[in-house]
């Protein structure tokens, strides 16, 4: 644990979860003060102690540490990880979409490869066909399936897809891998832009829960001061969720850069040599995301066709 303090106190984690978990108290520390049920030690003027200052901050990292803890559950939940109404209403009609809008773009992104591939005629396409391709691959996965409920969801999926789509690598269960052979300062830029989506999401939580809070003790108090306080809170929670989608992209773009950069790297601490070929590679490259699933040996022996080759002159 005292390891991992450094990780605590750093930039990364200063933007996306020390500030959003400021927001959060800020935000409630509001809302009891307007229904008149701030303590007295949190009070406005009180805080101005040097004491109750520190308290506050202390407050503040803790809460932060706990949106860390956190962070895995709520980016499901924003990605609709949710198999009940109306998730699961959502996500039928995501799953609709797609195959209405999203699946024939594909398909005749498909038979255009295949025509150039084989070196037939074309087939027709509308002019407007790379925006709708490229529309498609960032905003949803490469199969119906894989659908989730909401368009964040639908994002995130698009960025884990891509290494698997293109080199037959499963993002999941290889990103710990890829990581350990990700360069520094290609590392810190993932850090940058994991800190910017962090923040997104959890000021979009921040927003949420404040807007909730004030609905239940108006409920319970059954009048509205303050009335700027909850609107507030959902301008803030649409804004950041708003930003979350954007900073997703940026993150994405990193992720996938890491696949195409480093995946060299990460086939050389395996033990292995990148074919010379795509399809080759997209075989060695599915065989070890089957070994790393679902521990299958027979994969992994299959693996000893691209092991690398002694380097000659060696005794």
Known sequence: MLGKLPDLIDKSFFIGYFLPAAILVGGVQLCLHLFG???????????????DA??????????????????????????????????????????????????????????IDRALREGTELPYFPSDHSERLRRAVEDYPHEAEFVLATSFGNAFRALEVHSKVVYGLDAIPAWPRL?????EAFGKRLDEAKAQLDFAVNTFYAGVIVLLLYGGLAAFKERLPGWWLPLTALLVALLARHM??????????????AFDLFRGELAEKLGLALPQTAEDEHHMW?????????????????????RKKPESGGR
């Not at 956190?70 to 195959?99: I, Q, T």
């Open 37 to 51: 049920l701030l303590p007295p030690f949190l009070t406005f003027p009180k805080v101005s102690d040097l004491l």
């Open 54 to 111: 520190a308290i506050l901050i202390a407050a503040v990292w803790l809460l932060a540490i706990l949106l860390l803890a956190l962070n895995r559950a709520f980016l499901r939940l924003l990605e609709g990880y949710v198999r009940v109404f109306p998730f699961s209403l959502m996500e039928f009609w995501k799953r609709k979409g797609f195959r209405d809008n999203v699946e024939p773009v594909l398909h005749r992104q498909e038979a």
């Open 179 to 183: 990581e350990a052979v990700i360069p």
């Open 244 to 257: 979350a989608q954007g900073a997703l992209r940026l993150y994405g773009d990193y992720v996938k850069a």
């Open 286 to 306: 599915t065989l070890v995301s089957q070994y790393l699933i679902y521990r299958h040996r027979g994969c992994y022996e299959a693996l000893d066709a691209f």
